[in-house]
């Protein structure tokens, strides 16, 4: 039987590279993703963290760079006991150029059966990804509360 996973695509007027820059920059992912810094120096067998004003709410290895077509990164949830008892998972984001646009297709996969993280991811990355559209394509982040994005024991 097949592991459940989640995909999203979403088209966003950007360049490759501003895209990139978006996604393995701490100081540009603090203002889409609600105060959270993306940690790693990006070189496949690092280490990854997200960290949420000082909080570390996610942590993995860097698995493939190619700059600035492709990243991926095992994602382990570590704020919940039910997460943490998990395996890793796996995150890849894709990168391809359609004139003024960049297509995103996002890849989160390798679940357990009956994940607890599955129900979260499903809610946070549309929201997420959507703030992030939003800053590159206007300038300004969406507001969207915590609870929308099934954040658990962060303030």
Partial sequence: MRKPEFIYVTYIETTPEKLWEALTNSEFSRRYWWGTEVK???KVGSPFALVMNGTT???GEVLEV???RRLSYTFHHVLSE???KERPTKVVFNLE???KLVK???THEDFEDGSVILDGISKGWPAILSSLK???ESGTALAIPPSCLGIEGVQ
């Fill in 104 to 106: 995103l297709t996002l």
């Fill in 134 to 136: 939003s800053m590159l």
């Fill in 57 to 59: 709410t996610d942590v």
């Fill in 82 to 84: 039910a997460a943490r």
């Fill in 66 to 68: 190619d700059r600035p």
């Fill in 40 to 42: 790693s120096d990006w």
């Fill in 97 to 99: 150029p359609y004139g």
